[in-house]
């Protein structure tokens, strides 16, 4: 659609598919701890939901990542098969507009599952189960310019994710004639 249609679409319910593909890039060493690639598939089918009530949006995620057997992960004395059961996901954002450009959003996730075998054992104890809440705000700065801040903590964490991240930015939008 062009951008003078694009300027007047009214959203009401938009629902979403998507599949996410990772390939096992880069060098892997099956004795090396940390590795700048991966040895093994990830793929993330993920549906997505987002409806607006007037100045309000909520958007809604939910998916999983699946990933193929690493043959020859990392363990001492040689290398072992590993596999990881499923990671759930669900991601929540709940938008309220000010005007063109202008806006606010609370975000929330969750994460959940990822339990290893290595050799053949299974090993509870590495089952994730995370979350993080943030907002984030955007503002007009001209025609096609904004600002946009935000701000993320973990609030449940179980393996990584416990730090708090804030983020400002600057986007540009070549839409429309200067």
């Known amino acids: 659609m062009q951008a003078a249609e694009f300027s007047k679409w009214q ?3 938009i629902l979403g598919i998507s599949l996410r593909v990772i390939a096992p890039t880069g060098q892997y060493g099956p004795t090396k701890l940390v590795n700048w690639g991966l040895n093994r598939w990830a793929f993330k089918p993920e549906l997505g939901y987002s409806r607006r009530w007037n100045h ?3 958007d809604g995620y939910g998916g999983a990542w699946f990933y193929t057997t690493n043959a020859a992960d990392f363990h001492l004395p040689h290398p072992a098969p590993q596999t990881q059961e ?3 996901s669900f991601e929540s954002h709940l938008s309220r507009d000010f005007g063109r450009g202008t806006w606010v959003s609370l975000d929330g996730n969750f994460w959940w599952g990822g339990v290893t075998t290595v050799n053949g054992v299974r ?3 590495t089952r994730q189960t995370s979350s993080r ?7 007009r700065v001209s ?3 904004s600002l946009k801040v935000s701000y993320s903590g973990g609030t449940y964490v179980r393996f990584g994710g416990n730090y708090q991240s804030v983020s400002l930015g600057w986007q540009y939008s070549w839409l429309g004639k200067p």
């Open 123 to 125: 090993n509870p104890a």
């Open 56 to 58: 309000w949006v909520f």
């Open 133 to 139: 809440l943030g907002a984030t705000a955007a503002f």
């Open 11 to 13: 959203q009401k319910t």
């Open 86 to 88: 499923p990671i759930g």
């Open 143 to 145: 025609k096609h310019q």
